[in-house]
């Protein structure tokens, strides 16, 4: 049995590793970790250039059809740049969640727009007992709108849609939509960005996932944080 990396992983981390040394010098990064939301219009569209946006999502939708080792050394190698902005929000975790629960066609809405460099996103699930067991949310969406606040939600000032986990259901949530606000939000790391997001009356989508899929969100948002090694 082998355990070290294929010669297509190797040239993966080398690659990504001359990159990020090239688009992310420490000069840079300073700069962005200095802005109001770390995040840079032209890191973005290089990344997706590089197919970096949808390394490990379906080719249907536009991503590289590549396996969970290889998102792991690409966000080595980021961490090991400390690369500022959403990157790690829109992709280990807001791309999985969409990734592991959504139907075909909401993958078509969302997941597609991130493989493609156009959409970035990020899960908003923490609440006021800061607490990651899904069973302890007290958020639910009555009515198809959302009150309550979020917690910790990193980029959320970036990001086109906001995976908003309640006690019923995960929604894709407009950051412009009517009753929403995101303030900025004192935090440690400043190449990731924290906000609260504050839900009143916000329009909710229909969508109610089943016990089985709320787990998956459960799972995938931990196997996120996990996976990023070097942030």
Known sequence: MEFGLSESQEILKDSARKFFAGECPMEE?????????????????????????????????????????????????????????????????????????????HKKKYLEPICEGKARSTVAILEAGANWNLDALKISATGSKINGEKLFVTDAAVANFILVVTQDGVYAVDPKAPGISIAPMAGMDLTRKIYPVVMSATAAGTHRLSETEINAVAEQVVAGRMENPGG
């Open 29 to 105: 990064v300073r700069r962005l970790m200095e802005t109001e939301t770390a995040y840079d219009e032209k890191l973005w569209a290089k990344l997706a250039e590089q197919g970096y946006t949808g390394i490990i999502f379906p080719e249907e939708f536009g991503g590289g059809g590549l396996g969970k080792v290889e998102l792991i050394l690409l966000m080595e190698e980021a961490g090991r740049a400390l690369v500022p902005g959403p990157f790690f929000s829109t992709v280990p975790l807001a791309g999985a969640v969409i990734d592991a629960v959504a139907s075909a066609e």
